[in-house]
Nanobody
Framework: QVQLVESGGGLVQAGGSLRLSCAAS????????VGWFRQVPGKEREFVAV????????YYADSVKGRFTIFRDNAKNMAYLEMNSLTPEDTAVYYC????????????????WGQGTQVTVSS
């Protein structure tokens, strides 16, 4: 079992930056791939980025590539999403998720989810 809690969301102007954090509790956090997803009302939850357990594999959605960076600190049971050059299109609730099988963009593969943190980018 893994419990995930996101933090770091908020209101930021376009062009600004935010760092989201995902705190994990439970055992063997380094076994779990951690993904970040986001969702706006009326739309499906979409993939943003994923990092493998040992942090040697990372994938990004095309829409955030070059602007967002995913990283983790397994010693602290933490994962992060550094978001730069934010645009209003990045406004969403951001979720972190974990699974111990695949470093994947497929949200159906994730067993554990946080409650989400709101990111709002004003123009």
């Amino acid at each position: 079992q893994v419990q995930l809690v996101e933090s770091g969301g908020g209101l930021v102007q376009a062009g600004g930056s935010l760092r989201l954090s995902c705190a994990a509790s439970g055992r063997a956090f380094s076994r779990y791939a951690v993904g970040w997803f986001r969702q706006v009302p009326g739309k499906e939850r979409e993939f943003v980025a994923v990092i493998s357990g040992p942090a040697n594999v990372k994938y990004y959605a095309d829409s955030v590539k070059g602007r967002f960076t995913i990283f983790r600190d397994n010693a602290k049971n933490m994962a992060y999403l550094e978001m730069n050059s934010l645009t209003p299109e990045d406004t969403a609730v951001y979720y972190c998720a974990a699974n111990d099988r695949l470093t994947t963009q497929n949200r159906a593969e994730y067993d554990y989810w946080g409650q989400g943190t709101q990111v709002t980018v004003s123009s």
